[in-house]
């Protein structure tokens, strides 16, 4: 992993007099460091799909994982649940829906407005931190935290939609390696905490292919990635809920 990186001298000298809040611009200056350490801009706009596939540890219940994801924010996500079938949801760019596959049968069910807007959030396919000159997210540095012996800058981000996260950012490596939120859970909002690890390169871009995430305070699913493939070709079909079997 790249480990020497720049720091502009306003940053250095801010951190060394201890008034680094004070300084603006600290927070966007962060996120550029970021985008640098995992890839640059260029070749992060150059990543336009990907397809993870992995499990999800769910106490010591392992559940085989598809993720289909591309550019204008499509996903499509599928989780083989043994004899409970085949959960298959997604976002078509528009709507978000969700369906099940089981003894043969092609299954519609039904979203909370909560969970359509949550999974049509988690389809955004690039970060807007990419687009810092446009202003679409609001950034705050909220200072440096250490946590399990390693240095972390903290950045609130409020973004278009309003969700509000709090990134923690590795002193070393500039990797985004906490995200502290909300989420739905059951029909309630409950705190979220989702830990990023076990960075790799993806066609030159670093991704994390291990996930864990807590809500509520408690660990709910492990994420593991043992492929994520750069840039496939998929059929706008894929992304839109299907009507029968055949469909994908």
């Known amino acids: 992993m790249q480990k ?27 996120i ?10 260029n070749v992060v706009r150059s990543l336009q799909s990907v397809r993870r596939e992995g499990y999800n540890l769910f106490e010591e219940r392992r559940i085989p994982l ?10 499509r996500i599928e ?15 528009e709507n ?41 997210n609001q950034l705050e540095y909220l200072g440096e935290q250490v ?14 939609d309003g969700h509000q996260s709090v990134l923690e950012i590795d002193a070393e490596t500039y990797q ?17 905490v989702i830990t990023f690890s076990d960075f790799r390169p993806v066609a030159g871009v670093w991704l994390p292919h291990r996930i864990e995430t807590l809500l509520d305070e408690r660990l709910t699913v492990v994420t593991v990635y043992e492929s994520i493939k750069a840039n496939p070709v998929f059929a706008q079909t894929l992304f839109q809920a299907p009507k029968k079997l055949s469909e994908k």
């Open 4 to 30: 020497n990186k720049r720091i502009s001298l306003w940053v250095v000298v801010a951190l060394f007099l201890g008034e680094m809040t004070a300084v603006a611009g600290v927070a966007e200056d962060l």
């Open 32 to 41: 550029t460091l970021h985008l640098d350490a995992i890839g640059g801009e």
């Open 66 to 75: 598809l993720v289909y994801s591309s550019e204008s924010n499509l996903m």
């Open 79 to 93: 989780m083989d649940l043994g004899n409970a079938g085949k959960l298959i949801q997604g976002y078509d760019g």
């Open 96 to 136: 978000a829906w969700k369906v099940r596959i089981r003894d043969e049968q092609l299954i519609e069910e039904s979203l909370s407005l909560q969970e359509a807007k949550q999974l049509a959030h988690d389809a955004i396919f690039r970060s807007s931190l990419l687009d810092l000159r446009t202003e679409e």
């Open 147 to 160: 946590r399990e012996e390693k240095r972390c800058y903290l950045i609130k981000v409020i973004e278009p």
């Open 176 to 192: 985004i390696v906490r995200q502290a939120s909300t989420q739905y859970l059951r029909g309630r909002e409950v705190p979220s």
